[in-house]
Every structure is written in structure tokens, then in C-alpha cells.
């Protein structure tokens, strides 16, 4: 089993869940739901506590004894988002394709499924940087769910001969993620659409790769 795949999947000989658990189960699942169309439609700020139980068909007190505060409720939401993203990518990893191919091919689906709602993506960013350290740790740790995918295409690329074994992974990981990242600017502020975007990253991705090109 991958990091990725412990992290999305509890172990097979799990308990049955009892009555009152599946009950929380679906409020969370509810509130979580609510929560992620009221911050996508109004931005992190106005939407209201109040709004979301109440767009969930649930008290305040609902929300509170699922979630410590807003900011918790919306650190859970980009952790539940960047959950579907990552299984949305791990159906479009070709391990066949070129380390370049295959890391643009995830990003594209990366910037197709954001899509329709960049605003929800807006207020992640916004929040990494304004919230308290923990609240931009956890939105840290959600985007590792995605670099490790990242990691494997790079590891892959390492071991196929296709660049150098002295490529540090992680820091072009991390570089890789953050153009991808700071390409949203052009699309929430210039409309870019998902072709302008892939474009951008596909050359920063030749430029990012160029110096570690395994020697032929």
C-alpha cells in the first residue's frame, strides 16, 4: 500500500460502524457538502456558520459538534478537496508517458476538475496565507496528497534513465506545484481558460526539467 492509498483508505479488517457513527458519518458529510458550495458561491469570509447548517438542513449545533470553528469546517473542506482531486488524478496517471507528458497530464486534470469552482480555490490560497499556522499547515499537508502523485511521475522519470539520478525530488516537486499553484492568479483575475493554463505549465515544466536531463 502507497502513502496515497493509506491515506484515503481505512485498513481492511476496519469494525463495522455502529448506528450513531453513520449518523455522524452523514452530517459530516452534509455539513461538508454545504460548506464547500456556500465557500465557492460567497468566498470564505461571507459565508456564515448559520448559512451552511442551514443550506445542510442542520442546526449551528450540528456544525459544532462536528467542527471546532469555521476555520476548522473549511481546513476540512480543502482536505476533502484535495481528496477527490487526488483520486481524480491517480485514473489519468499514464506510467508509460514521458516525465514531462505525464506531469502535464495530471496538472491539465488538475485545472479541469477546479474549474467550476476557482472561487473555492481563491479562498484556499488566500487562507493558507492569512490563516493561523496551523490552519496553513493542514491546507499544506491536503496539497501533499496530490505532490505525491508528483513524486512518483519524478521517481519514475529517475529510474526509467530519463533524468539524473542527482534530481532532487522534492524541490522540484515543490517548484512544479508551486507554478501550478500561482497559475490561478491568470485564470480568477484574467479568465484564462484550461488550454492558456496548460500552456503556461507545460513551459514552466520544460524549464523546471531542462538542467536535469539524464546525459544520453
Not at 98 to 121: C, G, I, M, N
Not at 148 to 165: I, P
Not at 192 to 206: H, N, P, V
Request: aromatic share 8%; hydrophobic share 50%.
Amino acid at each position: 500500500m502507497n502513502q496515497l492509498t493509506a491515506c484515503l483508505y481505512a485498513p481492511a479488517n476496519a469494525q463495522p460502524m455502529t448506528r450513531r457513527a453513520l449518523a455522524k458519518q452523514r452530517t459530516r458529510r452534509q455539513l461538508l457538502d454545504a460548506a464547500k458550495r456556500l465557500f465557492n458561491e460567497r468566498g470564505y469570509e461571507a459565508a456564515t456558520v448559520r448559512e451552511i447548517a442551514a443550506a445542510a438542513g442542520l442546526s449551528t449545533g450540528a456544525v459544532f459538534a462536528s467542527f471546532t470553528d469555521k476555520a476548522d469546517l473549511f481546513g476540512e473542506v480543502i482536505l476533502d478537496d484535495c481528496d477527490a482531486l487526488a483520486e481524480h488524478l491517480k485514473a489519468g496517471d499514464q506510467e508509460d508517458a514521458t516525465t514531462e507528458a505525464a506531469l502535464l497530464r495530471l496538472f491539465s486534470l488538475a485545472y479541469a476538475f477546479h474549474r467550476d469552482h476557482l472561487p473555492l480555490v481563491q479562498a484556499a490560497i488566500g487562507h493558507s496565507w492569512m490563516a493561523e499556522p496551523e490552519a496553513a499547515r493542514r491546507v499544506r499537508g491536503a496539497a501533499r496528497r496530490v505532490q505525491v502523485l508528483v513524486d512518483e511521475v519524478l521517481r519514475r522519470g529517475v529510474e526509467r534513465g530519463e533524468l539524473s539520478r542527482d534530481l532532487d525530488i522534492r524541490l522540484t516537486n515543490e517548484m512544479i506545484w508551486d507554478s501550478f499553484v500561482a497559475n490561478y492568479r491568470h485564470a480568477i483575475f484574467e479568465s484564462w481558460d484550461a488550454s492558456a493554463l496548460e500552456a503556461r505549465l507545460s513551459a514552466q515544466i520544460q524549464i523546471l526539467l531542462a538542467g536535469w536531463r539524464a546525459a544520453a
